[in-house]
């Protein structure tokens, strides 16, 4: 569940040691090696997970030969005003729908759909989560939105769509922001901070992502 703190709201899924994770990607692993309940002078943990698990950023790097790191990410990208959209199809993000919404060059646009609820399912991957079809992935393209996050772990969908809805985007230069839990969070303007770890030369990297309504604003 998202959490809420004084002012911020938490979007980002807890990492922890099994959780769920895109089918052939590493485990989350979290071992303690030094525990200060077992007398050791203090606690220290080894983190073993693939770069793409929990809530995080996707590269272009990760889909395109030559293109940035997430160690290149402008910060600005994924710091600043989003709008949190929410996507009433059960099965896929559709032109169709995304229509209405009369979305903005330069808008950073969080879907939030029925995947959120998923998050309640900490070990079991599901393969039938609400993802971005090719056609609206090119929608958004020709809009020149900025970033674009989704709250299950990939933008395109397990059965099709899947790499390229990631081709599409990031080569249109749309930073991607992926496991997010928006179960708490209402449609409408908020402000945004994302940002991952920068790992040199990284495809991706796990990020704390949260939100603060704007005043005034729906």
């Known amino acids: 569940m998202s959490t809420y703190f004084d002012q911020w ?6 990492l922890c040691d099994g ?7 590493p485990p989350v692993r979290i071992e303690r090696v030094q525990d200060l309940a077992k007398g050791d002078s203090h606690t220290l943990s080894q983190l073993t997970m693939g770069s793409h698990s929990g809530t995080h950023v996707d590269a272009p ?3 395109l030969k030559g293109a940035a790191a997430v160690d290149e990410l402008d910060p600005g990208v994924l710091l600043g005003p989003a709008r949190v959209v929410e996507i009433d199809d059960m099965e896929s993000i ?14 950073r646009i969080l879907f939030k759909t ?7 399912e900490r070990t079991e991957f599901n393969k039938d989560f609400v ?7 090119s929608y958004l393209a020709e809009r020149d939105i900025s970033a674009v996050g989704v709250d299950y772990l990939s933008v395109g969908g397990y059965h099709k769509d899947g790499g390229e809805v990631h081709r599409t985007l990031l080569g249109a230069g749309i930073w991607i922001i992926e496991g997010l839990d ?6 409408g303007r908020y402000q945004l901070a994302c940002l991952p ?11 704390r992502a949260v939100l603060r309504r704007l005043p005034g604003r729906k």
Not at 114 to 120: D, I, M, P, V
């Open 131 to 137: 993802y971005i079809t090719v056609e609206a992935a």
């Open 94 to 107: 559709k032109p169709e729908e995304l229509v209405r919404h009369r979305l903005r060059k330069g808008e």
């Open 197 to 207: 770890l920068k790992i040199g030369g990284g495809d991706g990297a796990p990020a």
């Open 19 to 25: 959780m769920v994770h895109w089918p052939g990607d």
């Open 9 to 14: 709201i938490d979007i980002s899924v807890t």
């Open 182 to 187: 928006l179960s708490g969070v209402s449609a």
């Open 61 to 63: 790097a990760h889909f």
């Open 114 to 120: 029925h995947n959120s609820a998923l998050w309640k």
